[in-house]
């Protein structure tokens, strides 16, 4: 049974950072794909950033060059630096797992930016 378990969520005023990491467990295999989802009350799920086994990585438009995917492998953890946060960056954050067709989600931690 594979588990994701993501932390380091937590209140950060404006201009703050926070660093998330998602740990995975219960896996034999190594994922192709690991990515960070946020989902804001009020608003669908999106994709903020994607790192592939060889370290690729993608970002969404409103989080390039405040934000940084990074993973180690040998841990199967995936982690976000989040840098100059906005109170637009408030939602739940999700890490995702891909494994060929196969996709695992965490359970999510709350990131809040306020004053």
């Not at 995975?24 to 989902?39: E, L």
């Not at 950033?49 to 409103?62: C, E, F, K, L, V």
């Not at 953890?77 to 989040?82: D, E, F």
Request: proline content about 3%; charged content about 15%.
């Amino acid at each position: 049974q594979v588990q994701l378990v993501e932390s380091g969520g937590g209140l950060v005023q404006p201009g703050g950072s926070l660093r998330l990491s998602c740990a995975a467990s219960g896996s034999t295999f190594n994922f192709n794909v690991m990515d960070w989802y946020r989902q804001a009350p009020g608003k669908q799920r999106e994709l903020v950033a994607t790192i592939t086994w060889g370290g690729r990585t993608n970002y969404a438009d409103s989080v390039k060059a405040r934000f940084a995917i990074s993973r180690d492998n040998a841990k199967n953890t995936v982690y976000l630096q989040m840098n100059s946060l906005e109170p637009e960056d408030t939602a739940v954050y999700y890490c995702r797992a891909a494994y060929g067709l196969s996709y695992f989600w965490g359970q999510g931690t709350q990131v809040t930016v306020s004053s």
